[in-house]
């Protein structure tokens, strides 16, 4: 598979460049049968079991690295009956009021660029 940007770490408190990339989220969830990305994509379409709005927006992060690196056919797919789409929408609806984090606007600007390619091969 293709090389994805890298998801930022920035506001994590973590070294820059540490931290886990977006191949690393895609591949990840491309070594899950289906059965199992099933059970991903539902644990993460929970948002009520996400404590915090910090954790939360971590997961939206790495829906975001699954939308932008999987191919267009994966990342549309349902498995069991939910797409890496439709579970990072989920996601975004439900982020709360407030500003949205360093790390989740730099996660976002590759997806803003996916959609537009997307939707101009159509």
Same mark, same amino acid.
């Given at each position: *598979? ?12 973590? *070294? ?21 990305? %099933? ?23 790495? %829906?975001?690295?699954?939308?932008v690196c999987l191919s267009a056919e994966v990342a549309a797919t349902e498995f069991g009956g939910l797409s890496p ?20 606007q730099h996660a976002l600007e590759p997806l803003r660029s996916r959609v537009a390619a997307v939707l101009s091969d159509?």
């Amino acid at each position: *598979p293709p090389h994805c940007p890298l998801l930022p770490t920035l506001g994590t408190g973590m *070294p820059a460049g540490t931290g886990r990339s977006n191949d690393y989220h895609r591949d990840k969830f491309l070594s899950l049968s289906a059965s199992r990305r %099933a059970s991903v994509l539902q644990r993460y379409s929970q948002v009520e079991q996400f404590g915090t709005r910090k954790e939360l927006l971590r997961h939206t992060c790495h %829906a975001c690295a699954w939308v932008v690196c999987l191919s267009a056919e994966v990342a549309a797919t349902e498995f069991g009956g939910l797409s890496p789409v439709g579970v990072l929408t989920k996601l975004i609806q439900s982020r709360q009021s407030g500003p949205l984090p360093e790390r989740l606007q730099h996660a976002l600007e590759p997806l803003r660029s996916r959609v537009a390619a997307v939707l101009s091969d159509e």
